[in-house]
Every structure is written in structure tokens, then in C-alpha cells.
């Protein structure tokens, strides 16, 4: 149980890190910086509040995972004294506040892809139509959160398949934990249809958004030079550094978001099929999903100048 009482220290040094650096770049955006403005003002402001959230949710849920052979858990480690489904909804809102934020990012590639290649339709992303940028992501968190709750809620095979494994690694007995299990394959080897759906409708859901993330990425580097010619020349500063940024931003949920999905959502699939005994408290990931936020408030403030020169002064 030490190693879960760390966990309860980073993620409220997470929520407390995101807290500070994001308020600060909130408050920065608003009332100082004057160089960015209109859509990406508001993109900025935006994706900083879901910061603040997902990592200010974390310490309530406390979300663990543990993948054993065919299976995963995704349960609570959490002490507070609430009803199990209480802290089941919030571990599947915390869930949602992840995919949330990958398809945020996905659409900020987006916009600054279109701000490059078609201005016209970078303009459209503002006004009343700002609610379907700003609807988007909530409804994907909002999809998966109900994914979770239809694909993967434990039932009595389940709850056998992990018990001893729960209780010997972490002294648990899970039917008293909040939880939402995952079991591959029935007692014949047959592929769980409840468990496809959910694995499937997962690693879509990132794939999807992260190749959206990869495809702008590339083609803005490839292209920069050229279509930074159609700017002013400090408007070319900001657009690059604007890019820059965006780059910090990819290889941020490369590796605190995307890479620690993959782990968790295939090894179910893949450790009976290699006939290979897992037991793995793949947790530890969850614990560093809180960092991204902070990470991405400071590169951001770091490299896009207009924050620098706001801060030195």
C-alpha cells in the first residue's frame, strides 16, 4: 500500500502544479498578452481550465490499473467515504476529461493547420461557430465516459478472474472497490463481445485524434517556410512560434497521454495470444497524467514571446 499512498502525492502535486501554472497563463492571456487574440485566446483559456479540471479530479477519483493476462482494472484507490457507483461515475468522468483533452489538442492542430493552408476557413472557427470547437471535445469525453460505463462494468466472471490477483498484489478485495474491469476472453477463449467494444471504441478514439495531430504537425513543418510568406514579419515570429509550441504540445500527450494508453488497452489482446503471464500495477501511468498540464502551461509560456516579455516586465 506504499506505493499507492505515492500515488495520492502526485496526483496533488499535479492538480496543485496545474493549478498555479495554468491560473497564471489564464490570467496572462486575458488582461496582458495583446498579440494573440480572437479564436486562439480562447482555445488557450479553454484547454487551460480542462487542465485544472482533469488534474483537479484526480485526487477525488484516484485511478489505478492493473493488467493481468487477458485483463485490465481500472478501479479506485481513493478513501473517501462515497457510494461505489458515486466514485465509478467520477473515475469514468476522469476518463472522459483524458480523451477530452487529446481531441482538444487534435483540434488546435487543426486550427493552426488551417490558419497556414486556408485562412477562410480558420475564420470559421470563429464567432457562434466557436460552440461546435468548443462542443466537440466535450461530446468525445462525454461518449467515452458512457463507453466505459456500457463496456466494462464488472460482473461476477470479472470479478473471479481478478480477485486473488487484486488481493495478493495489493491486499484489496475487489468487490469493495469502485472498479470497471475488463476480461478479453471467456473461460472457453472466447473474445468477450463487451470488451471488444470497449477496447475497439478506445483505441480508435485516441488513434484517430493523435494521426489528426500527426498529420497537421508534419505537413505545417514541411511547408513553414512557404506559407510563412503570406504573413507580416513579426506575424511570421508569432506563427512560428505558435508552431513551436504545438510541437511541445505533440510530444506532451506522446508521452504523458498516448504512450501509456497503449500498454494498458493491448495487452489484454495480445499476453494470451503470446501465451505470456502479465501482472502489471500499469497505475503508475495514471500518475503522471496530472504532469501533462503544468508541462504544457510552462512550454507554452516559454516559448511564444509575447508571455516572456509579459513576465519580465
Known amino acids: 500500500m506504499i506505493s499507492l499512498g505515492i500515488t495520492d502525492i502526485l496526483s496533488k502535486t499535479g492538480f496543485g502544479a496545474s493549478f498555479l501554472t495554468n491560473s497564471f497563463l489564464i490570467y496572462l492571456t486575458i488582461f496582458h498578452v495583446r498579440k494573440i487574440h480572437g479564436t486562439y485566446k480562447q482555445m488557450i483559456v479553454y484547454f487551460a481550465i480542462s487542465g485544472i479540471l482533469l488534474t483537479g479530479l484526480e485526487p477525488i477519483a484516484r485511478p489505478f490499473c492493473h493488467n ?163 504573413f507580416s514579419a513579426p506575424q511570421r515570429k508569432l506563427q512560428r512560434q505558435f508552431f513551436h509550441a504545438l510541437i511541445a504540445q505533440c510530444s506532451g500527450p506522446t508521452l504523458f497521454l498516448v504512450l501509456r494508453a497503449a500498454p494498458v488497452l493491448l495487452t489484454p489482446i495480445i499476453s494470451p495470444i503470446v501465451d505470456i503471464s502479465v501482472s502489471w500495477r500499469t497505475g503508475w501511468f495514471y500518475s503522471i497524467v496530472g504532469l501533462y498540464p503544468p508541462f504544457d502551461s510552462i512550454a507554452y509560456m516559454v516559448i511564444v514571446t509575447e508571455y516572456k516579455k509579459v513576465i519580465r516586465s
Not at 485562412?119 to 470559421?124: L, M, P, R, W
Not at 460552440?131 to 460505463?149: D, E, K, M, R
Open 68 to 230: 493481468f493476462n487477458g485483463s485490465l482494472i481500472y478501479f479506485s484507490v481513493g478513501t473517501l467515504d462515497l457510494p461505489q457507483f458515486t466514485v465509478q461515475l467520477i473515475l469514468s468522468i476522469w476518463a472522459g476529461f483524458y480523451l477530452q483533452t487529446i481531441s482538444f489538442i487534435s483540434i488546435q492542430f487543426y486550427y493552426r493547420y488551417l490558419c497556414f493552408f486556408d485562412v477562410k476557413k480558420a475564420k470559421s472557427f470563429g464567432g457562434l461557430k466557436s460552440v461546435l470547437w468548443i462542443g466537440y471535445p466535450l461530446i468525445i469525453g462525454a461518449s467515452y465516459s458512457t463507453f466505459i460505463f456500457l463496456f466494462s462494468m464488472p460482473d461476477t466472471y470479472s470479478d473471479d478472474y481478478m480477485r486473488s490477483e487484486i488481493f495478493e498484489v495489493y491486499g484489496l478485495e475487489i468487490t469493495e472497490r469502485p472498479r470497471f474491469d475488463v476480461v478479453f476472453y471467456d473461460a472457453e477463449g472466447n473474445i468477450r463481445i463487451r470488451s471488444l467494444c470497449f477496447t475497439v471504441s478506445s483505441i480508435s478514439m485516441i488513434t484517430v485524434h493523435y494521426i489528426v495531430i500527426l498529420y497537421c504537425g508534419i505537413r505545417m513543418h514541411v511547408n513553414m517556410k512557404r506559407e510563412l510568406k503570406k
